[in-house]
């Protein structure tokens, strides 16, 4: 201790207070406790936000493809000479053509609205995660030209509509054949081969997966398909790389990235989350609150040893030194204990899944917390700038400090 500089020297033993006035050192616990609280929250809060932001990407990505090439007048009918002028270009991984429409699934007495996709499992799986979310069967299932052809439906579904492996559906169209009385719609049964479950009540509730054959039959599209979807080897630059197709096909073919698809919800989470980030900082602005009355409250204690030290030649600066130094010890060491917080309680919740969610409501079944470097560096250094600035008055009040008045009756 003896070879610091002498104001790191005394604003550390400042932090001890005197055994008469033992407020002061209490004070010092609560403002690092102010400032601890404020950065553990406002870290924990920032990291559940990019967990949900990347845990609901890796969803809508595991089931959708980065981006998907679609004709204006809503059918492609030369798909195959479209899909390898697709694969040709930069970036692209690889494509798979589907068909998309909306029906009605019934089983007995239940009925259920949903999307119908027709798939070629062995081109899907290159585009997207469905086989990671199989939970029972599998897409290689989905028989084509049999007399009951497969169909794989969600986990959500399959409880809506009281059915399991095995077990026989009808799959109605709305839109069918005019008869005699009006509107016949096509009814067809399917076998349920298999059943997945994404996590996600949209996906596990609202989709049925079948034969890209079978989806052009059913939905009267003869050889057409709906679109194209496509994998890129970068996600973030999926809205270049549509552009170079876009270019490449030509009007009247256009593509849509996974970006511009779900655009409104990744806005609205971005935009939360920096919300969140404005209403916390206050936390610690409030913290830094405590830091100014302790260090105010120190400067009325240490009025004799300010001027003691004023009058054996300690300049103005470096007296302002110390009470900056304490203030800032204060700020760093609540900072350090509330990163320190942050990371046990995203551990806790990221392996224990302490906070469930209704999937209904927020699209996933639990929370779950992604830690960032860019929000573990930018915090900090706000936290403890911020505790840095609260010093400067109580600082400058004790530089200013006139020494002939505490010394006068010595």
Request: with cysteine.
């Amino acid at each position: 201790m003896r070879f610091l500089p002498y104001p790191l020297f005394i604003s550390l033993r400042y932090l001890k207070s005197k055994k008469k006035h033992k407020s002061i050192s209490l004070n010092t616990l609560i403002s690092i406790g102010g400032v601890c609280l404020g950065v553990m929250a406002l870290l924990t809060v920032l990291s559940v936000m990019s967990g949900f932001h990347e845990d609901l990407q890796n969803k809508i990505l595991g089931v959708n493809a980065h981006a998907v090439v679609l004709h204006y007048s809503g059918l492609i009918s030369n798909y195959e000479s479209i899909k390898d002028q697709i694969d040709s270009t930069e970036g692209v991984v690889s494509s798979s053509p589907f068909v998309l429409g909306q029906v009605m699934l019934s089983s007995g007495d239940r009925a259920r609205g949903v999307a119908l996709k027709g798939i070629i499992p062995e081109t899907e799986m290159k585009v997207s995660e469905l086989r990671k979310y199989m939970r029972e069967g599998s897409l290689e299932d989905l028989e084509t030209g049999s007399k009951t052809p497969g169909i794989i439906i969600g986990k959500e579904l399959a409880r809506y509509l009281g059915v399991y492996i095995g077990d026989r559906i009808n799959l109605i169209s709305p839109v069918g054949e005019i008869g005699p009385l009006g509107m016949i719609p096509r009814i067809r049964q399917f076998k349920i081969t298999g059943i997945f479950e994404v996590g996600m009540f949209e996906y596990d509730s609202n989709l049925a997966l079948i034969s890209l054959q079978d989806a052009q039959d059913f939905l009267k599209f003869d050889s057409s398909v709906t679109g194209i979807e496509v994998k890129v080897s970068d996600i973030y630059k999926a809205d270049r790389i549509v552009e170079d197709i876009q270019k490449r096909l030509g009007y009247p073919y256009y593509g849509m990235d996974w970006m511009k698809m779900n655009r409104t919800l990744f806005s609205a989470l971005k935009l939360e989350k920096f919300a969140m980030f404005i209403i916390l900082i206050l936390i610690v602005l409030v913290a830094s609150f405590n830091i100014i009355s302790t260090l105010m409250m120190s400067v009325i204690e240490k009025e004799r040893e300010i001027a003691i030290l004023k009058a054996m030649g300690a300049p103005s600066t470096g007296i302002m030194a110390i009470f900056m130094l304490q203030g800032l010890i204060i700020g760093v060491i609540g900072t350090v204990l509330g990163v320190i917080g942050s990371l046990i309680l995203g551990y806790i919740i990221n392996n224990y899944e302490i906070i469930k969610l209704p999937p209904d409501v927020y699209y996933l079944s639990h929370l779950s917390v992604k830690l960032k470097l860019f929000d573990y560096i930018i915090v900090p250094l706000c936290s403890i700038l911020i505790s840095l600035l609260s010093t400067v008055y109580p600082a400058y009040q004790a530089a200013r400090l006139n020494p002939v008045e505490p010394l006068r009756y010595e």
